[in-house]
Nanobody, 132 residues
Framework: QVQLVESGGGLVQAGGSLRLSCAAS?????????MGWFRQAPGNERVFVAA????????YYEDSRKGRFTISRDNAKNTVYLQMNSLRPEDTSVYYC????????????????????????WGQGTQVTVSS
């Protein structure tokens, strides 16, 4: 079992920045998991934002946010981060982190990590609100 707790959300003006953190705990080694961030606005589906593989640290991004958002991880601290810059009102959402036990050697990993169904554990979410 892996427990995930997000933090760092809040209210920010357009153009500002936030860094989300997701701390993992539990018996299983954090470094075994690929980690992802998703966002979900009210009434909408959960949408992929970014992912990072377990040890190799390959990163993948939602096309519209590539260049503004950066995902990283610190396996020694059991934490994954999402740095969000140049925030826009359309970035307003609840952001969730998630852990996937998929093998990062899977040739389809770049596609699979965009699918929320490929994740085994989820945090409770943190609200990000960007005002115009």
């Amino acid at each position: 079992q892996v427990q995930l707790v997000e933090s760092g959300g809040g209210l920010v003006q357009a153009g500002g920045s936030l860094r989300l953190s997701c701390a993992a705990s539990g018996r299983t080694s954090f470094s075994r998991y690929n980690m992802g961030w998703f966002r979900q606005a009210p009434g909408n589906e959960r949408v992929f934002v970014a992912a990072i593989t377990d040890i190799g640290g390959m990163t993948y991004y939602e096309d519209s946010r590539k260049g503004r958002f950066t995902i990283s991880r610190d396996n020694a601290k059991n934490t994954v981060y999402l740095q969000m810059n140049s925030l826009r009102p359309e970035d307003t959402s609840v952001y969730y982190c998630a852990a996937s036990g998929l093998s990062s050697g899977n040739l389809a990993i770049a596609v699979m990590l965009r699918d929320p169904m490929e994740y085994d554990y989820w945090g409770q979410g943190t609200q990000v609100t960007v005002s115009s």
